[in-house]
């Protein structure tokens, strides 16, 4: 059975919730996120989960370069590593679920639902490192 996790405690559930917490200061929602691929690597093995976060989870204190940018929007690659269970179910274009993170003993679970498609990664770890975390400009036709 899923241990219950606070929405705002999920970072404490990766392996190194540091990067998260640097950027963010309290963990953003993956309430509404919009899966932008989903993919499987043979080593470890790995799913990475590429999301972007609602535009309200938008750091309040950005790192300097994303402020001078102008940036509006996070982008996260979440990575499930030691991959135990991978299940996906129908698939659309622009999927936007509310992310769900728990633990199962010392596994990890990774679900997120629509009505057309659904995803459930049960996995050794999770981590989103520096080079998973990304910003840039969305709307005025720019950004994703």
Known sequence: MPLRVLPSE???????PRTIRAIFGEAP?????ELHSITLRRDGPTVALNVVLAESEFPPFPPRKWREAGFNRVAL???CIGVRALEIRGLETTPIFDLKIAA???LRRV???TD???INIT???LDVTNRGVSAYLHGNGCGR
């Open 111 to 113: 679900r997120g639902a």
């Open 116 to 118: 057309e498609m659904m």
């Open 29 to 33: 929602s993956l309430d509404q996120v």
């Open 10 to 16: 999920w970072p404490e559930l990766l392996a190194d």
């Open 123 to 125: 996995a050794d770890f």
């Open 77 to 79: 690659e979440i990575l």
């Open 104 to 106: 199962e003993g010392r």
